[in-house]
Every structure is written in structure tokens, then in C-alpha cells.
């Protein structure tokens, strides 16, 4: 049995289709990107709040309690809806809130272990979790920037 050959317009065609799913399947990764640009934000709009309000430790657990619920309903929404993605897109994603849980907990272990962070320190753990949260915009631009 010989395989019939296409047609240069169906070829033409063919290709059409698979660059066609290929942007699709890319553009979802640009979701992800927003999320982290969103979920960043939120972040440092509760953490400027703490800051704002010279609030002790236990706030910041209660304030980030949003920023948390706010992250298991994107995840969830995604799962959902996103259909399509690349498995660069979801190991950066991924990868990026894991980078930024490890970089924060290095970040406040050496503000404790110094004494830069203590009781009355708001101002500076407003700069601390600034600096921490660097990770997240940078996960979030290398996926709203890839082709």
C-alpha cells in the first residue's frame, strides 16, 4: 500500500493548522505570566500593608492569608480552564513559586539571625519581602516574553 502524497495546498494547509495550535499552546503560557504578575502584586500590596500599620508577625500571617487564598483559587482556575500549555510553562511557573518560597525563607533567616529584623522592624520587612518577591516578576516576564 503507497501513501497517497498531499497536494501542495493541502501541505500549505497542514502547516497552517500545526503553527496554529503551536501559538495557542504558547499563548497559554503567557496565563501563567499574568498570574505571577498579579499574585506578585497582591503579595506586595499586603506586605505595604503590614508595613503601613506597623504590625507584628502575626498579622503578616493573617494579611498573607488572602495573598494565599488568592493563589489556590488562580491554581485552581487553571486547571480548570487552561486547556493548553507547554511543559516549560508549568515547570517555570512551578518552579518560580518554589524559588521564591526558598529565597524567602533564606531572606528572613538571615534578617532574624541578624537582628535586622525584629519586633518593631516594619519598614524593613516591607524591603525584605521586596527584595524577596524579585523571583516572581522575573518568572513571570521570561514567560509572557518567550515566543
Known amino acids: 500500500m503507497s501513501v497517497e502524497q498531499p497536494t501542495p495546498d493541502q501541505a500549505r494547509a497542514a502547516i497552517a493548522a ?7 499552546v504558547h499563548s497559554g503560557d ?12 497582591c503579595f506586595l500590596v499586603a506586605m505595604a500593608i503590614v508595613a503601613m ?3 507584628n ?3 503578616v ?4 492569608l488572602p495573598v494565599y487564598v488568592a493563589t489556590r483559587a488562580l491554581g485552581s482556575w487553571q486547571r480548570r480552564e487552561q ?3 507547554t511543559t516549560f510553562g508549568k515547570t517555570t ?3 518560580t513559586i518554589g524559588i521564591f518560597l526558598l529565597w524567602t525563607a ?6 532574624v539571625a541578624t537582628g535586622w529584623l525584629g519586633p518593631h522592624a516594619s519598614e524593613r520587612s516591607f524591603a525584605l519581602m521586596t527584595v524577596a518577591v524579585i523571583p516572581v516578576p522575573i518568572g513571570a516576564l521570561v514567560l509572557l516574553w518567550r515566543k
Do not use: N
Open 93 to 95: 511557573f512551578y518552579l
Open 83 to 85: 486547556r493548553a500549555f
Open 18 to 24: 500545526v503553527e496554529a495550535a503551536h501559538t495557542l
Open 53 to 55: 500599620l506597623h504590625l
Open 57 to 59: 508577625a502575626v498579622f
Open 106 to 111: 533564606m531572606l528572613i533567616s538571615w534578617g
Open 30 to 41: 503567557r496565563y501563567f505570566g499574568f498570574a505571577l504578575l498579579v499574585w506578585s502584586g
Open 61 to 64: 500571617l493573617v494579611t498573607a
